[in-house]
């Protein structure tokens, strides 16, 4: 399949991009590993009359440790947050989700800020920065705005970035040494996209219970979800086998599952308890 005509512009610095974004509102459309938007052209689900490479920008693409928060710019590729030893350290959980996605062509050229400005349904890093309660630092002519994970993701390929925003930077605070993370997912056979995956942050309390927890889920529905029912169910438990198998339970409650050729909805449901049990059994095991 072949684009429609389209024109290319791949400015060096933020400024730039953001006054071509700003000339152009209706047709410029942002270019990052185009992992996601290039066969969206080639199949025509996507016109852009302009395109701005942010690839050249050279300050977009970084991890960096700033007091208890992790900073992550937004060019940065999956394979860069895979084999980072730093965030092995401080912050597992982005190492295995960025080492579940696709293969290794998509992660070397594929970016965190690009899946995340995309929202598909079954993207891996919505589950992550939901669980991890990101903030994405979204930039424009006008200035700077923070929006947090929760209220990022609004539906089926749409987030709160605005016409002429460029998705900055991701920040999401460290875990202490009592918190413990887990991604478990149920990859597309084909794409290596997720079927389902759950991503669960949680903490313990000096007794051992629950502390607090969050856990996002994706592939089930149109867009990511936070499984608030299981966390009511974890919060000031004890973290034992007989409390996750039950909270987990409630992985899919109120959510109208997608249903495709490969997963019914009453599968997609029935994988989102499972890998939900999984997940937190996983990250209950590494928060001592
Ligand atoms: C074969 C294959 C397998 C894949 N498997 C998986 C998988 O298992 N899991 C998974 O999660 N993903 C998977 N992907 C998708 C992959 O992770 C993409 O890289 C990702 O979804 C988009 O990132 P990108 O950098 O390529 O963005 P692009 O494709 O360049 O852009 C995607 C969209 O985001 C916008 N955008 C990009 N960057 C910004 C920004 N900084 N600010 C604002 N808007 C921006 C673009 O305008 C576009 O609308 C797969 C892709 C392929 C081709």
């Excluded at 512009?9 to 047709?27: G, K, R, V, Y």
């Excluded at 994405?136 to 749409?158: H, N, P, W």
Aim: aromatic residues 4%.
């Amino acid at each position: 399949m072949i684009p429609a005509q389209f024109d290319y512009q791949a400015p060096t610095t933020i400024d730039e991009a953001l006054s071509l974004l700003a000339a152009h509102p209706d047709e410029a459309k942002i270019l990052a590993g185009g992992h996601s938007l290039i066969p969206a052209m080639k199949l025509r689900l996507s016109q852009p009359g302009l395109l701005v490479d942010i690839g050249r920008i050279k300050d977009l693409s970084y991890i960096r440790e700033q007091g208890d928060q992790i900073l992550i710019g937004a060019m940065t590729t999956h394979y860069q947050i895979e084999s980072s030893a730093e965030l092995k350290q401080s912050c597992p959980l982005l190492p295995d989700c960025a080492a579940s996605i696709g293969d290794v062509q998509v992660r070397n050229k594929g970016t965190i800020g690009g899946s995340l400005a995309h929202s598909d349904p079954a993207g891996d890093w919505p589950a992550a920065v939901v669980a991890l309660d990101g903030v994405m630092v979204a930039v424009s002519q006008a200035g700077e705005r923070l929006i947090k994970a929760d209220d990022f993701f609004i539906d089926l390929l749409t987030t709160a970035l605005q016409p002429g925003e460029i998705l900055r930077e991701i920040r999401i605070r460290k875990g202490n040494g009592r918190s413990g993370h887990a991604y478990q997912k149920v990859p597309h056979p084909a794409s290596g996209f997720a079927v389902v995956g759950v991503a669960v942050n949680l903490s313990r309390a000096d007794d051992g219970s629950c502390a607090a927890s969050r856990i996002g889920i994706t592939g089930v529905a149109s867009k990511v979800y936070r499984a608030g029912a299981v966390e009511s169910a974890l919060n000031g438990k004890p973290l034992d086998e007989q409390t996750i198998s039950a909270a987990a339970t409630h992985a899919a409650d109120g959510i109208d599952a997608n249903s495709d050729l490969y997963a019914s909805d009453e599968y997609r449901r029935q994988l989102a308890k499972v890998h939900t049990r999984r997940a937190i059994q996983a990250a209950a095991s590494r928060a001592h």
